[in-house]
């Protein structure tokens, strides 16, 4: 069975500080797909990045970057220098299907960056 | 390009009522979605629609919860009767087919009383 965990439930910095937000899975399937969103205080869930499991490079995008480590089946996501806007909560999401068709979610850690 | 659009994006209904909620997905997007997201959680998946059809209805709890895609455009999602616990927000994604991105709505927040 898929499973996702996100341990920290909550998480606060001061503006400029880097943090990091760890996601842990569990699946018996060989391929997979990972995911994570973002999800302002709005509503709406917006996409970050997906990860297929043979792709273990990761992968930085602007202040954002991504650690995937199949050895400890670990996807970690990192602000760097974050700022007030990056505050939301953030989910990562595993597919053991090729597209998004049956995304499995963390239960989401809530990211609070203090002026 | 207009994003998926919900609505409404708050109801309140006593339980034992019924209630709908409505989704406009991207146009062009074929597949649908519809997720329960409780408090403090992450979204669960209700039901996936490849066009007109309900591809993956397994966790849609169908004594009380329909849900239809005519049109295989728009979509409505029901519930009848509510109960308390049913008080979650529910959103709406859509896809094109074998896309690996989904887009998803503001959702609706549902609260019954």
């Known amino acids: 069975a898929q499973k996702v965990t996100q341990a920290q439930t909550e998480i606060s910095v001061v503006e400029k500080e880097d943090v990091t937000l760890d996601c842990v899975y569990e699946?018996?399937?060989?391929?997979?797909?990972l995911f994570w969103y973002k999800q302002p205080p709005s509503g709406e869930l917006v996409f970050l990045i997906r990860?297929?499991?043979?792709?273990?490079q990761n992968e930085i995008s602007g202040r954002y970057s991504w650690n995937f480590q199949k050895s400890t089946s670990s996807f970690n996501f990192t602000i760097t220098a974050s700022q007030v806007v990056d505050s939301a909560v953030y989910f990562c999401?595993?597919?053991?299907?090729?597209?998004?068709?049956?995304?499995?979610f963390g239960q989401g850690t809530r990211l609070t960056i203090n002026p | 390009e207009a994003g998926v659009v919900q609505s409404p994006r708050y109801k309140i209904i006593e339980k034992k009522q019924p209630v709908a909620f409505w989704c406009n997905p991207i146009?062009?997007?074929?597949?649908l979605y519809w997720y329960l997201q409780n408090l403090g959680q992450g979204p669960e998946l209700l039901i996936r629609?490849?066009?007109?059809?309900?591809?993956?209805d397994s966790q849609l709890p169908k004594d009380r919860f329909s849900a239809e895609r005519l049109k295989g455009v728009d979509s409505t999602l029901k519930i009848q009767p509510a109960e308390l616990g049913d008080s979650a927000v529910y959103l709406c994604?859509?896809?094109?087919?074998?896309?690996?991105?989904?887009?998803f709505g503001q959702g609706t927040r549902l609260t019954v009383v």
């Open positions: 629609y490849e066009n007109e059809e309900a591809v993956d």
């Open positions: 990860r297929n499991s043979f792709d273990e």
């Open positions: 146009s062009g997007h074929n597949t």
């Open positions: 999401a595993l597919s053991e299907e090729g597209g998004a068709q049956k995304l499995v």
């Open positions: 699946t018996r399937d060989t391929t997979y797909y």
């Open positions: 994604a859509s896809s094109l087919e074998g896309q690996t991105e989904a887009f």
